[in-house]
């Protein structure tokens, strides 16, 4: 398909913070340690709020190292555990604001920011395929389903609504956004990026071996989907589906969280994984779910080329004629359709 001149560029999301005038290797890694320290300021303030919302001052206590001892079932809980991780969204964006790098919207995608279209149309399909899983799941093996108990608060199941989202747009910020296109960009290596990215996923998990392996497949599926549509809409609609099946079953006692995982499970989600990531890059394909529509780069590098503008204006130096804004933006872009 040819592009037309007049439509919205489109890059390699891999490397795609390459594209930008400001980019610079080490910047990734001040951005990683800003976003840090962003994160414990957010993650202290958060504790500090749900200890005094829960007025227990054994708080502190009530948390453990594995799934099974979540506190999720209460609200000062499940703020701590979900808002915990979700800080990693202000933290990044606050970061990315302050080394100034690129802008924020390059970790949605790298066409042009987020696309609710195709997320929306991607929370469907990922509905549509956990819902008739779940559904075998419980037909095949009855006897692992739970007697239906209420776990949740009403507070619980508020804050657990609102944020198990968050919790899962912020790591795929983290790992599909930061962590691949860090590594693509300093490699300029997909294959690389991906496994890298997949398995820093990994790590931040407390499954078994099993577990493991399962959520670095689904990390490398993830990461290639995003490689695919350019942008991490598709992977969040998944992981945010997932998450909320898998706390909600939970919390009304049809399912218990556990740290174990064995072989079948790791079957089962890996290809409802790859089910998916196939199903959204075909109807990308067929129907142009992502198609860019517009161009970070060419504003956010326009900036870049006024501050130096004037800052030569400044010195005394001018402009160098051979260089003016507009030229220097669209030399820069290579756009991949």
Avoid at 45 to 66: E, R, V
Avoid at 76 to 89: D, K, M, N, Q, T
Avoid at 215 to 236: P, Y
Wanted: proline residues 5%; charged residues 15%; contains cysteine.
């Amino acid at each position: 398909m040819e592009a037309n001149a007049n439509s919205p560029k489109s890059y390699k999301y891999a490397t795609f913070p390459r594209q930008f005038l400001s980019y610079r290797w080490f910047k990734p890694i001040l951005v990683a340690l800003l976003t840090g320290v962003f994160m414990i300021v957010f993650q202290v303030i958060l504790f500090l709020t749900a200890y005094i919302w829960s007025g227990d001052p054994n708080f502190a206590n009530s948390f453990g190292d594995t799934y099974e001892s979540m506190n999720i079932f209460t609200g000062p809980g499940a703020l701590v555990e979900f808002g915990g991780i979700g800080v990693i969204v202000p933290a990044l964006a606050l970061a990315t604001l302050i080394v100034r790098d690129r802008p924020f919207s390059s970790y949605s995608s790298s066409r042009g920011g987020w696309n609710w279209g195709g997320f929306v149309k991607c929370l469907g399909i990922a509905a549509a395929l956990m819902g008739i899983l779940t559904i075998v799941q419980f037909a095949l093996s009855p006897e692992d389903i739970g007697a239906p108990t209420v776990q949740f608060s009403m507070a619980s199941l508020v804050v657990c609504l609102l944020l198990i989202p968050l919790q899962c747009l912020a790591e795929e910020y983290l790992f599909r956004g930061f962590v691949l296109q860090t590594i693509g960009s300093w490699t300029k290596l997909p294959v690389v990026a991906v496994l890298v990215s997949a398995a820093v996923f990994a790590a931040g998990h407390a499954y078994n071996s099993i577990g493991l392996i399962a959520v670095f497949i689904n990390g490398i599926v993830w990461a290639v989907l995003t490689l695919k549509t350019r942008g991490i809409e598709a992977s969040s609609a998944m992981h945010i589906v997932s998450n909320l099946l898998c706390f909600g079953l939970t919390g009304f006692g049809l399912t218990e969280i556990t740290s174990e995982v064995d072989v079948f499970s790791l079957v089962i989600d890996a290809s409802t994984c790859i089910a998916f990531a196939v199903l959204v890059i075909v109807l990308d394909k067929k129907f142009g779910w992502f198609k860019p529509k517009g161009d970070d780069t060419a504003e956010f590098n326009e900036r870049v080329l006024e501050k130096q503008e004037l800052k030569r204006r400044r010195n005394g130096m001018g402009l160098p004629p051979e260089q003016p804004i507009r030229s220097s933006v669209v030399a820069n872009a290579q756009p991949t359709q």
